[in-house]
């Protein structure tokens, strides 16, 4: 086989498109003038406008490496008439205004299986994440009534909140969150104090304007007058009623700040979801952690890299040299895939990669200890590489698909945590396949080309005996 | 060098090694992490020096179940069983109240109960699963017993690891032994190496037989193990190299990843060469065809 020019051109040209990738935040820096060290500005987007192609080029560091909170949310008690999946739905779009509202713009908020919310936080530590997603699921209104709380309402509600007023019972209203539409900070334009708007659907009108109407025919100061918002056991607001509200929108005032009424106003709009939240999983990492564990790991791979290349070079000689060459190119092509199309890197992930630079070394090897027999049989130099790489291809094709079998089992059935490290490892695996074939197969034909390669000595092996 | 025909020492030893991880197993058990167990895990680093023995102490003032370890000079591991979000709160406001927390180099988890039943589960359907695959695809490649022979090796590899952290865990109490997600997905990748290990020799002992000469089939296992002696060991070099250097840098919340994988690995390279590939010889003897 001949040194193939296309091939040769192709290698270059994936090889230069990866480096080109992998130090797209330099170029990025360059065009948008910013300095080269420090922290950037903006994300960095390759756009091309003739062929309509944008897309953004940078590592996406998983919280494990980047420090912030994860939650796995888990919706429980769903209300009759609503499937646990539409219900899942209504939660994450809740979850996700949360969320945006309160500025934390690189999160994430998705579903996962059937009833379960996975939420990102990077940068947010667990108790503001907890602040933020609010202690809140259920939320009722409820009444004040002559007569003492039975045993099941105690089980229900905080028995302190339920017995705030002795000789007087809260009773339900039938009103509860699944009613309100939306709840929002709003301004009472008399006094300029902040206050609470919120809107019923029509049958959460009907029912607080009969609730109402009912209420102020009892004097102010009377427990009889007043409307205890219960969310989930625990009483929130008990605001006494001044006139009858119909019409679909309430206004709650009363004693407000800023961020309490918008404190109120989330766990309002929280009370809309369909069901009960509750914590399933959570995981917080500080940030200093997650960088250090950045470090170590990139430390460790270059070293691990070091070592193979040397373990190469002295053991394999001239191929060893090519293998490296090839190692590195295939470490940049990897580095420039997982920047490419957004895979996440968690700390299972870059164990996966760094696994996978071992594997990508066993193709190489594989290949040179063919090579060696080869030429110790006294096959021609030319004649033993090809022979070397196409007997060499059986063994690397059987074991990189049961590995990405492997991969694919975990990629499928796997928790979030192991589908980060099959992915980053088999797309190793696949680029590895790559650089064995392809790119190490290439620079091994030019080198048969070459005269002052093709000493024998320079592949670790004697020259045969004259037969 | 005769490794098919010192076989069965070969066979001792992967025993010898085994034995006591399935003794460990049967009567101690794991030592299940919060991934599995459910519960709250707390990773704390200080600005000082603090004692785990302090942290104990103040930790069982809360009644939690609470297990304190030192993870370094300046850090402790904390487990407990599943906290309820108030308490949860209660208690990390009082350690960084009463020790020098550094809480951006701290981690937190917290795994309830449905998950923990879950993972518990995936894990073993995932070694199912991958196991059944493998065999099949193994099956079209080479034949059946071969592919039987390759997944053998596996489940040799799967019970060195799994027997060793039932040890570690439970008889020297160590952290390092907690199966875990982590642990989980150090296991399947052995797995993937291990299968990959194995069909290389295969592969050669499949090249050996199809041509023609006047070895046995046991001569033949032989040369073929004899001929990818250099690359196996090569290779698993490289691996451990690159893992040795994870290990020895890798902070506490890894390290136990990392050593499940270099155990693997090199229980791996041993079963391909001493198990897989003399077990096809075992079993061309008991059933000639």
């Known amino acids: 086989m001949r040194v193939d020019r296309r091939l040769l051109a192709l290698i270059g040209v994936i090889a230069v498109l990866a480096l080109f990738i992998d130090g797209f935040a330099y170029v990025y820096r360059v065009a948008t003038n910013q300095p080269l060290t420090g922290p950037i500005r903006g994300v960095p987007t390759l756009s091309i406008p003739f062929l309509g192609f944008e897309q953004q080029i940078f590592v996406h560091k998983g919280l494990d490496l980047q420090g912030g909170t994860h939650l796995e949310l888990e919706i429980t008690k769903v209300r009759s008439g609503t499937s646990i999946t539409e219900a899942r739905d209504v939660a994450v779009a809740i979850i996700e205004r949360r969320v945006n509202s309160s500025g934390y713009a690189e999160s994430v908020v998705r579903p996962e299986g059937a009833n379960r919310i996975i939420v990102e936080l990077p940068g947010v530590d667990l108790e503001q994440a907890k602040q933020i997603l609010g202690k809140t699921s259920y939320l009722t209104i409820w009444k004040w009534e002559p007569g003492t709380s039975d045993a099941a309402t105690l089980q229900e509600l905080n028995p302190k909140d339920a017995q705030k007023y002795p000789g007087y019972k809260p009773v339900f209203t039938q009103i509860d969150g699944s009613m309100i539409t939306n709840a929002s900070r709003s301004t009472d334009p008399n006094t300029n104090l902040p206050d609470v708007t919120i809107s019923f659907n029509s049958k959460g009108s009907d029912l607080f304007c009969a609730f109402t109407r009912d209420r102020v025919t009892h004097p102010q100061g009377d427990p009889q007058n007043k409307l205890a918002i219960f969310i989930d056991k625990d009483l929130v607001e008990d605001a006494n009623v001044i006139s009858e509200i119909c019409g679909g929108s309430a206004i709650i005032t009363g004693g407000f700040t800023a961020a309490s009424a918008q404190a109120l106003a989330i766990q309002l709009n929280s009370g809309s979801l369909p069901g009960t939240i509750t914590l399933a999983s959570a995981t917080e990492v500080g940030a200093t952690l997650g960088a250090t564990t950045v470090k170590l790991s990139l430390l460790a791979g270059a070293f691990g890299l070091s070592i193979v290349i040397l373990f190469m070079l002295l053991y394999y000689r001239l191929p060893g040299l090519v293998a490296s060459i090839a190692l590195l190119i295939y470490a940049a092509i990897a580095l420039a895939i997982f920047k490419l199309f957004g895979v996440t890197l968690t700390l299972a992930g870059l164990a996966g990669f760094i696994l996978s630079i071992g594997m990508a070394v066993d193709a190489n090897v594989l290949i040179f200890e063919r090579l060696k027999e080869e030429l110790r049989a006294g096959r021609t130099l030319g004649a033993a590489m090809e022979a070397g790489v196409h007997r060499a291809w059986p063994a690397i094709r059987d074991s990189n698909i049961s590995t990405l079998i492997t991969c694919f089992v975990l990629y499928f059935f796997g928790a979030p945590l192991i589908k980060g490290f099959a992915i980053t490892l088999a797309i190793g695996v696949g680029v590895s396949m790559f650089s064995a074939i392809v790119t190490t197969q290439q620079f091994l034909q030019i080198l048969a080309g070459l005269r002052p390669a093709r000493r024998l000595a320079l592949y670790g092996v004697q020259a045969p005996k004259a037969a | ?289």
Do not use: C
């Open chain 2, 1 to 289: 060098m005769n490794i098919v025909g010192r076989r069965n020492w070969y066979f001792l030893l992967s025993l010898a090694i085994i034995l006591p991880g399935i003794v460990s197993m049967a009567f101690l058990g794991f030592r299940l992490g919060i991934d599995f167990a459910g519960g709250d895990q707390y990773n704390l680093a200080f600005t000082q020096p603090v004692q785990a023995s302090a942290v104990q102490k103040e930790m069982d003032t809360f009644n939690v179940e609470a297990i304190v370890q030192q993870a370094g000079p300046d850090g402790v591991l904390v487990t407990t069983k599943p906290l309820a979000s108030a308490q949860e709160t209660t208690i990390r406001a009082d350690l960084a109240k009463k020790f020098p927390l550094d809480p951006s180099r701290s981690s937190y988890a917290q795994v309830g109960p449905t998950i923990a039943r879950e993972l518990v589960v995936g894990a073993g359907g995932l070694v199912v699963i991958a196991s059944i695959l493998i065999v099949i695809y193994l099956s079209i490649r080479f034949n059946y017993k071969f592919a039987i022979a390759a997944v053998l090796a596996l489940l040799h590899d799967v019970f060195v690891l799994t027997g060793i952290w039932s040890i570690l865990g439970k008889v020297f109490n160590s952290p390092l032994g907690e199966i875990n997600t982590l642990f989980v997905t150090a296991a399947l990748t052995v797995i993937g190496f291990s299968v990959h290990d194995t069909i290389v020799i295969f592969d050669r002992i499949r090249e050996n037989l199809r041509q023609a000469s006047r070895l046995t089939f046991e001569q033949n296992v032989n040369l073929s193990i004899i001929q990818s002696l250099a690359r196996s060991l090569n290779t698993s070099m490289t691996v451990i190299f690159v893992l040795v250097a994870l290990f020895l840098i890798s902070p506490t919340n890894i390290k136990g990843f990392t050593l499940a994988l270099l155990i693997g690995i090199v229980s791996g390279t041993y079963s391909s060469i001493f198990n897989a590939s003399p077990l096809l010889v075992v079993w061309r003897r008991l059933d000639p065809r």
